[in-house]
T-cell receptor, first 117, second 113 residues
């Protein structure tokens, strides 16, 4: 009953460093998502993958890249970290298959708390 | 541009009272409106959801009221308990956007014993 697993749970980086946040789901979901959560801003979508092999930009994609490695795994990469990217990052998955088949609830991991100095 | 506007930002309620959180949206194409509950250090978890073909949905102490003409929906927590203290997010989804969810900015609820 793992659901959505994110690693690492905490990370501190220096400005300019790179890192990859990992996400895996065991619910056989088609769609996966990366959000960032900042105080007073709610959850903002960075990138999503409606199905294996596809990725699309969300509301705040600048400074990030993603890879849908397979149906289970969806990673988020910061190539050159900036202090403005200090945030809590959440991965989510859902059964949705993209256009025409949506409205499925999203299931979230417990987040990665990332600080960039 | 905030697709879903949520209020209030914070709410304090006495145990046994009613907690009410409101959300408003502009895009009439939205057709799925979930509410998520988030405890500190955890990810959001689906609490209850409604589709626009009904005006109300109740699950236990939690009720969503939906007003399609006003483009508003609200969460009512009856008999609020200290264990309900959490952050609540409303969201809206449109089937034609890859199941993207647009979230409100959240309401921090504190229930005082």
């Amino acid at each position: 009953n793992a659901g959505v697993t994110q690693t690492p749970k905490f990370q501190v980086l220096k400005t300019g460093q790179s890192m990859t946040l990992q996400c895996a789901q065991d619910m056989n979901h088609n769609s996966m998502y990366w959000y960032r959560q900042d105080p007073g801003m709610g959850l903002r979508l960075i990138y999503y993958s409606a199905s294996e092999g596809t990725t699309d930009k969300g509301e705040v994609p600048n400074g990030y890249n993603v890879s849908r490695l397979n149906k289970r795994e969806f990673s988020l990469r910061l190539e050159s970290a900036a202090p403005s990217q200090t945030s809590v990052y959440f991965c989510a998955s859902s059964e949705g298959r993209g256009q025409g088949v949506g409205n499925q609830p999203q299931h979230f991991g417990d987040g990665t708390r990332l600080s960039i100095l | 541009q905030q697709q879903v506007k949520q209020s209030p930002q914070s709410l304090i309620v006495q145990k046994g009272g009613i907690s009410i959180i409101n959300c408003a949206y502009e895009n009439t194409a939205f057709d799925y409106f979930p509410w998520y509950q988030q405890f500190p250090g955890k990810g959001p978890a689906l609490l209850i959801a409604i589709r626009p073909d009904v005006s109300e949905k109740k699950e236990g102490r939690f009720t969503i009221s939906f007003n399609k003409s006003a483009k508003q929906f609200s969460l009512h927590i009856m008999d609020s308990q200290p264990g309900d203290s959490a952050t609540y997010f409303c969201a809206a989804s449109w089937v034609n956007t890859g199941n993207q969810f647009y979230f409100g900015t959240g309401t921090s609820l504190t229930v005082i014993p």
